[in-house]
């Protein structure tokens, strides 16, 4: 990707998170935030090609910590969520 | 696998996001929006592994196992009550892991000479947002958890903020101009962790569920950061819609106070009213017992709860729920007016109402249940105190001034429990408690709730 595309992809999609989201109704806040955060997790990727790269021994450690604790965002986040969502839909049944 | 294959995984990955959290803002469709996400990142994992330009798996393996374990068990074992916390954990997991990815591809970029300007700008950005981010989060956390109390040096936290500010952009430009220097990057995680921590130490609790959707936006920024650093779309496109979605909730939790995001962060709340407390409240706050507060629920046609934070931290959402269910066998509407920043969270009473199994038709809206307070017979105002403010109505001088308030007192009685009058997250006094259509219950929240569900079925019998 050159720069310029780089940002482009960047600008486009803040404006689609923007624009995709108008109204958020207060039940869902807390589920959004928790969802979204652990799609944020997908710094994942980075970690994981950081950790296979075995550079150094340095930014093997650097990259076994990034791995930890984006997994810890990713599993607890989706995890969370799901117990959460989990919790208003049965309470529709009953 | 072919560079176009991983290529197209990424692209199925990037869709999926995109549709989870379109999904995840309706109420109908919010499941399936958390399982789409969920398949999004298992698809970005999946194509990564396969990947065969990685060399080693064991860091990694070892690292997926340890990261799921941990995650896993804090996500299982949490009390509703802790939400808030859990995010700010989460969030700030993020932010450290990508602060990390960022240093780990300069250090390795920079001794294999592949270090182009966007990665190195990449890198500097993510590293300080990252780092930040993890700061920020774990003093908002330690706020969050009661281990730390506002810090009161709002004048010094200020000046630290701006020095670690102009650090900050220092190093980072420091990096973007030699990037082969390592001790660039490890001052720049120690600037941006001051910085963090600088900028939220002195917010007061009222404000956390902003700091909180603040922090979550961030911490998508910090992943569109390491996009650039590695070149990698899928990161871009999933870091920017998290940083736009967390804005955007940024956006409504401080219309919901009637403040802007500058006066959250930079601005001290003067509160000069704390010195006439007694001239609002002496000789003219009416002090109750459950016995009599469960004789006006008994005769009432519409009550309305009012639940706050105060709630909460008492436990006493199950009591609350119980009270409620009495209240309905004997014929009694019950609603439930719910505040937007109402707790420590964006949507807080929510989930905890949700937990304590209180029916979502129950639960209504500020602009919706405004209006309907003067047909309220009782209205039990339960650990709030700043949402339920008058003077926000009232008193153009007053902190909180033009604050959207829910209208408790137009309620025909306003039953207010608290264990004292001792002001809330603002600091102000509440004319509320003096008014004469008010009475106080004094005590701890779900003793105070079950003394009275006890009465009540003892005068229904």
């Known amino acids: 990707m050159t720069p310029i595309l780089a940002i482009t992809l960047f600008a486009l999609a803040v404006f689609l998170g923007v624009e995709m989201i108008t109204k958020i109704p ?24 950081a950790a296979g790269a075995d550079h150094s021994t340095l930014t093997t450690v650097l990259a076994f910590g990034a791995v930890v604790t984006a997994t810890i965002n990713v599993v607890g986040g989706f995890l969370v969520t799901h117990r959460m969502l989990a919790m208003f839909s049965s309470r529709k049944k009953s | 696998m072919s560079t176009d294959l991983i290529q197209a995984g990424y692209l199925v990955a990037s869709i999926l996001f995109v ?19 969920s398949t999004g990142m298992a698809v970005a994992v999946v194509v990564t592994i396969a990947d065969r330009s990685l060399v080693s798996y064991t860091t990694l393996a070892a690292g997926l196992v340890v990261g799921a ?3 896993a068990v804090l996500a299982l074992r949490v009390q509703m009550t802790g939400m808030p916390q859990l995010v700010g954990l989460f969030n700030g997991s993020g932010g450290a892991a990508s602060a990390l990815v960022g240093i780990a591809s300069l250090i390795t970029a920079a001794d294999n000479a592949t270090d ?5 700008v990449g890198a500097a950005s993510t590293i300080a947002i990252g780092s930040a981010t993890f700061s920020g989060s774990t003093i ?23 020095l670690a500010a102009a650090a900050t952009v220092s190093l980072s430009v420091a990096i973007v101009l030699d990037p082969g220097t390592r001790l ?27 700091v909180v959707a603040l922090l979550n936006s961030l911490s998508g920024l910090a992943a569109a950061g390491t996009g650039f650093v590695l070149d990698n779309p899928v990161l871009i496109v999933a870091g920017s819609l998290v940083g736009a979605s967390g804005l955007i909730l940024t956006g409504i939790m401080c219309r919901a106070m009637n403040r802007t995001l500058t006066h959250v962060l930079f601005a001290e709340m003067t509160s000069h009213q704390t010195d006439n407390d007694d001239d609002i409240y002496a000789g003219r706050v009416t002090s109750s017992s459950a016995d009599e507060v469960a004789m006006m629920l008994d005769g009432a046609q519409l009550v309305a709860f009012v639940p706050g934070y105060g709630m909460a931290v008492a436990q006493a959402q199950h009591a609350v729920r119980d009270l409620c269910q009495q209240l309905q066998t004997s014929g009694t509407e019950v609603v439930f007016a719910i505040h937007p920043v109402a707790g ?29 307070f003067r047909q309220v017979d009782v209205a039990v105002v339960i650990g709030a105190n700043d949402v339920v403010n008058p003077s926000a109505q009232n008193d153009p001088d007053s902190p909180i001034a033009g604050m959207p308030i829910l209208d408790a007192h137009n309620a025909r009685t306003v039953v207010v429990i608290k264990r004292s009058l001792s002001p809330g997250f603002a600091g102000i006094a509440n004319p509320l408690f003096a008014a004469d259509n008010t009475v106080m219950l004094f005590g701890d929240g ?9 009465s009540l079925r003892e005068t229904t019998r």
Not at chain 1, 36 to 47: Q, V, W
Request: charged residues 15%.
């Open chain 2, 446 to 454: 779900r003793e105070a709730v079950s003394d009275i569900t006890r």
């Open chain 2, 69 to 71: 374990g941990i995650g």
């Open chain 2, 344 to 372: 420590r969270m964006p949507g807080h009473m929510n989930v905890l109402l949700a937990e304590a199994e209180v029916p979502y038709e129950q639960l209504i809206e500020m602009e919706e249940i405004n209006p309907r």
């Open chain 2, 116 to 120: 182009t300007t966007q990665l190195t």
């Open chain 2, 140 to 162: 908002a956390v330690a706020k969050l958890s009661e281990k730390l109390n506002r810090v009161r040096h709002g004048y010094w936290a200020r000046i630290l903020t701006a």
């Open chain 2, 19 to 37: 549709l989870g959290i379109k999904n995840l803002s309706h109420p109908r469709t919010a499941s399936r929006g958390n399982a789409l996400g």
């Open chain 2, 184 to 210: 660039w990057g490890w001052l720049l995680i120690g600037t941006g962790i001051v910085l963090g921590a600088a900028i939220v130490a002195p917010i007061g609790g009222a404000d956390m569920p902003v």
């Open chain 1, 26 to 49: 207060p039940t869902l806040h807390t589920p959004l935030m928790s969802g979204s955060n652990a799609i944020s997790g997908i710094t994942l990727i980075g970690a994981i090609t």
